[in-house]
């Protein structure tokens, strides 16, 4: 029996979508508030970061990345770190602008996620498309 939280689009979405298939930003969001709430050590500061980080990355792989085709949310063995997977089509990685325009929407989400995880890993995977992952310390 598995003690540690893990949730992912396979078992279910918690926007409404069918099983398999996370279609917005606000249903991760719900994912994470339900991991993160049962946990005594979770700081407000921590969900808030893990909200960001997974709110960037689903709403950069539906722009940009061909459109989402996994999620996944869990963790770590002692509850002290969030794992977050988001999958997309594209093979391209992701970037950030060196200097946004301050004027201009756009260009921060990548560097914003790198600031708020405690690590960060791009793969290609085999076929097509990428998966990235980060840990949030929380």
Known sequence: MDL???????????DGGPPGEM??????RAVITALLRPLKNASRHAEADAH????????NALRHGGGLTGFTADLDP???RLRLQVEDTSTEPPHSRPTPDPT?????GW???KRIAVTCS???????GKRITVTIAI
């Open 104 to 108: 201009t929407p756009g260009g921060r």
């Open 52 to 59: 960001l980080a997974v709110s960037e990355l689903i709403s």
């Open 4 to 14: 540690h939280p893990t949730a992912t689009t396979q078992e279910s979405t918690a």
């Open 23 to 28: 279609t917005t930003c606000a249903g991760a």
């Open 78 to 80: 002692d509850a002290t």
């Open 122 to 128: 791009v793969a290609i995977l085999p076929g097509a």
């Open 111 to 113: 560097g914003i996620i």
